[in-house]
């Protein structure tokens, strides 16, 4: 040791730190453990030393002892665009402030991928995992249950499932949305939709669009479905095909509101008014839908209360609580000004 007590030439250890900061090092330990338990004035002093050495706890060792990593995995579909932020952002706020650190993986909605990232996740000791929708092989949720695993599943709702979720029914959600379309008038329907294959959020909104227009006595053959991955210009792309398409429909419902941004956009570059001319909707209620001109009738869905849900979730699952819980988050629609009856 240096004369300012500082180690040199070596990582410095927790009783480098308590040194440091004249504590114990089991009060060093119960602060970089739980926080909660030490007074303000110590904690701050034992922060200070701690970033003073460059001290890094030992979190192999820490884990061999625990046989825990405090780690969590997550594996969305998509980074490319806004839809699952808002939910990841308060799902790792949640983890972190019980001491958890979050690993993030994008499948890029490819189901071989998804089960790499899956295994290798496992296999690099994560201590559970956070998983969008339920459609997967099932040999991976008993790869999972022998591994010891727990997994959460979000953005669906099926009361049914085997599998703990948090989540809403995207098929009433959407139903609801498609219920108020006809209510307004319109029978001529388009949809803008991700691949619906090994996709239950999007089956299940096609499915609630279908059910509405069934019960409205609408010719199934008057909605028109176009799949498409996610993207503003791919919504404006597919826009152009809903235009061209011999009996024009009045409405765009979109799967998401990036989609919806991009078929207004279009629409608008090709002279359209909305909604004068064309109706369109979207799916989700992420921060573009508030600021698109015009303003995007949508779902309001609580992302943020579905990411600290599913947080508190798995971690008590971790602890061998709640191990079976089915959480639903109810959605809303957010009537703007995008949707208009239509003028035939």
């Keep these: 040791m240096n004369r300012d007590d500082t180690p040199t030439e070596r990582n410095p250890t927790l009783a ?43 979190f192999n060792a820490r884990a061999l002892a625990a046989k825990r990593t405090n780690t969590i995995g997550a594996i969305i579909p998509t980074m490319e665009n806004a839809i699952f932020a808002r939910g990841l952002q308060a799902f790792q706020e949640e983890l972190g402030r019980n001491g958890i650190t979050l690993l993030v993986a994008s499948s890029s909605y490819q189901a071989d991928t998804e089960e790499e990232q899956i295994r290798s996740l496992v296999s690099r000791g994560a201590d559970a995992l956070f998983l969008i929708g339920y459609n997967r092989d099932p040999k991976i949720y008993d790869f999972l249950r022998r591994q010891g695993v727990p997994a959460v599943v979000a953005w669906v709702f099926d009361q049914d499932a085997v599998v703990p979720t948090v989540g809403f029914d995207n098929f009433t959600a959407m139903k609801t949305l498609a219920e108020q379309v006809i209510a307004m008038g319109h029978r001529r329907i388009a949809t803008i939709t991700a691949a619906v294959h090994d996709n239950d959020r999007a089956s299940e909104r096609l499915r609630g669009i279908r059910a509405a227009m069934a019960e409205a006595d609408i010719p199934a053959e008057q909605l028109s479905i176009l799949e498409t991955t996610y993207g503003i210009d791919e919504g404006g792309a597919a826009l152009e095909k809903v235009l061209g398409l011999p009996d024009r429909p009045t409405v765009v419902m979109c799967g998401n509101d990036v989609l919806a941004v991009g078929a207004i956009a279009r629409a608008k570059e090709m002279g359209l008014r909305i909604p004068d001319d064309l109706s369109v909707t979207g799916f989700d209620d992420i921060e573009i839908a508030k600021i698109s001109s015009p303003t995007l009738t949508t779902v309001h869905v609580p992302h943020r209360r579905m990411g600290k849900e599913a947080a508190t979730l798995l971690i008590d699952m971790v602890n061998d609580k709640d191990t079976n819980r089915k959480i639903l988050i109810e959605t809303s629609l957010q009537i703007r000004d995008s949707l208009a009856p239509p003028r035939d």
Excluded at 17 to 22: I, L, N, Q, S
Excluded at 33 to 50: G, H, M
């Design 16 to 58: 480098d730190v308590a040194r440091h900061a004249k504590v114990s090092t089991a009060t060093v330990s119960r602060c970089l453990n739980s926080p909660e338990r030490v007074v303000e004035k110590t904690r701050t002093k034992v922060l200070n030393a701690v970033r003073e050495l460059g001290y890094t706890p030992n």
